[in-house]
């Protein structure tokens, strides 16, 4: 079974980056594809990033299209989240989710990932 953790979190101002990583265990890593979620104050958990097993194909929320890129070293069992131009409505919860082996579609819903890790806060102060 694949354990998550994720880290990079931190308390920014508006303008600022960050580079969230999330670190896999396990030998299935390469063969799932990753995403990254994340959950602001008083509401629901949303699809931020998502990227193949490959790494050939990434996904990205309308939000963050732009500010935000997703990579993978499947050589080292990571996943990053590279955040440029931080907002204040980027405040939330990440997490770090993987899904099944071979399972490389829908990667923008929640119910494709069974494995996830324990978050980390990102906050963006004005």
């Known amino acids: 079974q694949v354990q998550l953790v994720e880290s990079g979190g931190g308390l920014v101002t508006a303008g600022d980056s960050l580079r969230l990583s999330c670190a896999a265990s396990g030998r299935t890593f390469s063969s799932r594809a990753m995403g990254w979620f994340r959950q602001a104050p008083g509401k629901e958990r949303e699809f931020v990033a998502a990227?193949?097993?490959?790494?050939?194909?990434?996904l990205y929320a309308d939000s963050v299209k732009g500010r935000c890129t997703i990579s993978r070293d499947n050589g080292k069992n990571t996943v990053t989240l590279q955040m440029n131009g931080l907002k204040p409505e980027d405040t939330a919860v990440y997490y770090c989710?993987?899904?099944?082996?071979?399972?490389?579609?829908?990667?923008?819903?929640?119910?494709?990932?069974?494995?996830w890790g324990q978050g980390t806060q990102v906050t963006v102060s004005s």
């Open positions: 989710a993987a899904t099944n082996p071979d399972r490389d579609y829908f990667l923008r819903l929640q119910s494709e990932y069974p494995i």
């Open positions: 990227i193949r097993s490959s790494g050939a194909m990434t």
